[in-house]
């Protein structure tokens, strides 16, 4: 087996020695062991609690992930193509990049009252303007020759979409994709915990008010094994589709 195959599962493993070492030498209930951590995973999952609430947040999280990616990917292209739009709306930018989730997510709430379309609008203002910083700044970077070269070829809008600005844009739409799903988590479980009655974020709440570390950690796994997934099964496997004409 290739070292590179091996040496994360020997991280893995010294991790999980590290963890089961430290909670052996505290020996209290605020750092439990790996396997007790994985018993609680193992009976939330029988008891259909966790599978529950992780399906609502994972419900959330697709919703308001796709609507700040549409949005963001086409106001970044806009913004990167015009001088005078970047101008205008940098300001803006600067301004929604600076305001904490929290106040957005509270001001969500006040506004729209406790519903579910204010915790999809909270999550999507927090996320939009990284996803249009970063576009835009791709957009900017595109090739002007490589451009030019296609309309002199008399290339299709389809056709420069696809063999000239998706290639270069890739990066930078990848880049947004994974810091937006680890910002997105994050933002979530602050909206559940404040104005949802379900949910990994409303759970997280309970458990620390119960002090049940155990529970934590076990749902933190659930949050873990799903990423690890997206990651594995989509945003890799799009990367190597979208980057197949590399040698």
Known sequence: MKASKILPLL?????????????????????????????????E????????????TLLRLIASFSIAMLLGCALG?????SQKLDAFFDNWLVIFLNIPALVT????????????????LAVVINKLPNVIVTIREGTKALDKDLLEMAHCFHFSKRKIFAHVIWPQ????????????????????????????????????????????????????????????????F????????????KR
């Open 45 to 56: 999952i029988v008891s259909g609690q966790l599978p529950h609430h992780l399906g609502i």
């Open 169 to 232: 844009l890739h990066p930078f739409v990848m880049a947004a994709t994974r810091t937006g799903l680890a910002l997105i988590w994050k933002i979530i479980l602050v909206v559940e915990l404040l104005g949802r009655s379900d949910g990994m974020g409303y759970q997280l709440h309970l458990f620390f008010q119960l002090f049940d570390v155990a529970s934590i950690l076990a749902y933190t796994l659930a949050f873990i094994a799903v990423i690890q997934t997206i990651e594995l």
């Open 105 to 120: 997510i509270i001001l969500c709430y006040v506004w729209f009252g406790l519903i579910e379309s204010a915790a999809i």
């Open 77 to 81: 292209i806009a913004l990167g193509s």
């Open 234 to 245: 989509i945003l890799k496997p799009l990367d190597r589709q979208a980057l197949r004409w």
């Open 11 to 43: 991280s893995l493993l010294f991790f999980v020695l590290l963890w089961q070492g430290l909670a052996v030498l505290i020996n209290d209930n605020t750092l439990p062991t790996p396997i007790l951590v994985s018993q609680v995973f193992w009976q």
